[in-house]
């Protein structure tokens, strides 16, 4: 077997590097069709191997804790596709599903569902059966007309719409118990969910940071609700939905390091530290890292010195510290409430954001000197607050008459420059 095995990857790697262009495109779609089936092929035939080392008990004997842990040493695997391998194996419990599969009818992650699906069906359905005189509930008949179902299912539905079609699997199925099965499921699924619920960061790979983690229902509808009024896109916006979850959620995060009601931290309050080259002969920044080890740009250091609790110290040449001055925050107490007053929220023309979501920007940069008083703040958004470090979009700010901000568009908008306003928010 293991030859075959061997055999067969010396000869899908030649196909995979022949020339396409001679191929029609009803051949390019049958190749392509044709490609997925040996790929589900080889995954069913990985989960059957994995299966099999799981039984020996090779991971405890070569000193791993899980399987899952093994896969991710063995074939270095980050470990979401360990996890999905190990899930896999549970459809060889399933011989029609299992078949269904090497028939080239579903692929392993419809597989999966399926099996995840009609192993959560409840073995107590007699005990749902209605009153005298109902129909009696055969469980076993269930589980086998769910499982015909999905499969079926399966040549229409992906993985995640089966899922949503499993969810209410009885429905289709046993109609008659569905309503107090679900109840009971519900139940479980909340307790499931209280215990696996998880948030995770990656280490930053080409300066992302990959996001994850898993909510109950309960939790993700308290996270929308807090998000949602921060996702509307405003005018001339060209972020995707996406863009704007993670823009909210940031703002969300900023609003409560804005707060004094979070637990301290070490003993300080909640607080981002960063470490930045400082060059005092040109004022120059250089490249920064913050606390834990993440590199960020000079450019969004000075955008973080507008609104920032600054600490800063000298070093050496060999990066030994000489001095660690006083720790300076750019714009609280009455400053702070007075910029709120000025402004009324975010200054930019037009921008309706409120000042709770604003930070504190220095017309003239801090970083070059620029001082911290009210004629030399004004009070941005975050979006706005980019929009105004970036030298590429060509806005600049200055202060009226009126001592109330003034922004300058690019000649690229507006060819004049005429000096605009926030016309939003009352002017005091």
């Not at 077997?1 to 055999?7: C, E, I, K, S, T």
């Not at 015909?148 to 079609?165: F, I, P, V």
Request: net charge neutral; with cysteine.
């Amino acid at each position: 077997m293991l030859a075959q095995v061997q055999q067969l990857g010396v000869v899908a790697a030649k196909v995979a590097a022949a020339p396409l262009w001679q191929l029609s495109d009803t051949e390019l779609t049958e190749t392509l069709k044709a490609a997925h089936r040996l790929e589900q092929a080889a995954k069913f035939l990985q989960a059957r191997v994995t299966r099999q080392i799981d039984t020996r008990g090779v991971p405890a004997a070569q000193g791993y804790r899980s399987v899952t842990e093994w896969l991710r040493g063995m074939l270095i695997l980050d470990l979401g596709p360990a996890r999905d391998l190990v899930a896999h194996a549970a459809v060889l419990d399933h011989p029609a599903i299992s078949q269904s599969v090497l028939d080239g009818d579903t692929d392993l992650s419809q597989a999966t569902v399926i099996t995840q699906t009609i192993e959560n069906i409840p073995t107590d359905l007699a005990t749902l059966n209605g009153p005298a005189g109902a129909p009696v509930i055969n469980a076993a008949q269930t589980v086998q007309d769910a499982e015909t179902l999905l499969l079926d299912m399966a040549g229409r539905l992906s993985a995640n719409q089966l899922r949503r079609a499993g969810d209410r699997i009885l429905a289709y199925v046993a109609p008659e118990v569905a309503d107090r099965a679900d109840r009971a499921a519900l139940a479980r699924q909340e307790a499931r969910a209280r215990r696996e619920r998880r948030l995770t960061l990656s280490l930053p790979i080409d300066g992302l940071v990959h996001l994850s983690g898993i909510l109950g229902v309960e939790d993700a509808a308290t996270m929308q609700a807090a998000l949602h009024p921060l996702c509307k896109p405003a005018p001339d916006d060209n972020r995707t939905p996406a863009q704007r979850r993670a823009d909210a959620l940031l703002e969300v995060c900023r609003l409560a390091l804005r707060t004094t009601e979070l637990p301290t931290d070490g003993g300080e309050p909640p607080q981002l530290a960063i470490t930045v080259a400082y060059d005092p002969l040109t004022q120059a920044l250089g490249i920064a890292s913050t606390d834990t080890g993440l590199r960020i740009s000079p450019d969004t250091i000075r955008r973080l010195a507008c609104d920032a609790r600054i600490l800063p110290v000298v070093l050496d040449g060999k990066g030994q510290v000489l001095n660690a001055g006083r720790r300076r925050r750019t714009a609280t107490g009455a400053l702070r409430r007075a910029l709120h007053i000025r402004d009324g929220g975010c200054a930019f023309p037009d921008c309706d954001r409120p000042p709770r979501w604003t930070d504190s920007h220095h017309i003239r940069h801090w970083t070059t000197g620029g001082p911290t008083n009210l004629d030399n703040l004004v009070l941005l958004c975050r979006r706005h607050h980019n929009v105004v470090h970036d030298p590429a979009a060509g806005w600049t700010i200055t202060l009226g008459p009126d001592r109330h901000p003034l922004f300058i568009p690019p000649p690229t908008l507006d060819p004049t420059q005429l000096p605009r306003r926030n016309l939003y928010h009352l002017r005091q």
